[in-house]
């Protein structure tokens, strides 16, 4: 919140992706208590899991309550479900939730795509700052192969480019964050390579 205080715009780079809950904290501090937040995750799982502790799979979960908690509108918006690494149970807390998401699938060609970038379009025009969170296993393991869990399918990283892309040519991006960035399964530095190009993407924007 320091940070964002200072007018900055920060990129946090992190591990496990709990880390979102200290992005997502840090932003709210500083947002003007009615501009309305939109939370665009790309990643391969919802992680809204119910734990009796807080973890990698329970971020978005906070967030949630964290909004009920202070009669503030929960807008989630994941990009590249896997319907493999989600149960039925957390689709069915997604759908109760009011959370938008695309499957990885539907991100694995141009006309997928095009439909994908018309739905977060809706909802970029209707926010006023945008939280944006990266979580590397949303690539394919032969590009991000330095995560917890590799996906099969995953999304192509210039697919990814272009979402970000769409975020940034908003102008309503206030934070972000990419996660799941594991050195020691990092074969041939692979997965950081990755993450530096969008990095430097977002740094740039």
């Not at 970000?164 to 041939?188: F, M, T």
Request: glycine share 10%; charged share 20%.
């Amino acid at each position: 919140s320091s940070v964002m205080a200072q007018g900055c715009r920060p990129i946090v780079l992190g591990g496990g992706h709990e880390m979102a809950w200290g992005t997502f904290q840090g932003l709210v501090r500083t947002m003007p208590r009615h501009d309305r937040l939109l939370i665009v995750n790309i990643d391969a799982h919802f992680d809204l899991r119910i734990a009796s502790r807080a973890n990698s799979g329970t971020p978005f979960r906070q967030m949630a309550e964290w909004c009920a908690a202070h009669a503030q509108p929960f807008s989630y918006h994941v990009l590249g479900i896997s319907r493999f690494g989600n149960t039925r149970a957390l689709f069915d807390r997604a759908d109760a939730l009011g959370v938008r998401y695309v499957p990885d699938e539907q991100l694995q060609d141009a006309i997928g795509l095009t439909e994908a970038q018309a739905g977060l379009a809706v909802d970029l025009a209707q926010c006023d700052g945008v939280y944006l969170t990266i979580c590397l296993d949303v690539l394919p393991a032969h590009v991000a192969p330095g995560v917890s869990a590799p996906a099969s399918l995953g999304v192509p990283l210039h697919v990814v480019e272009t979402l970000v892309d769409q975020v940034l040519a908003s102008g309503k991006l206030r934070a972000a964050d990419l996660a799941e960035l594991n050195p020691a399964h990092d074969e041939g530095g692979r997965t950081a390579r990755a993450a530096a190009r969008l990095v430097s993407r977002i740094a740039r924007g």
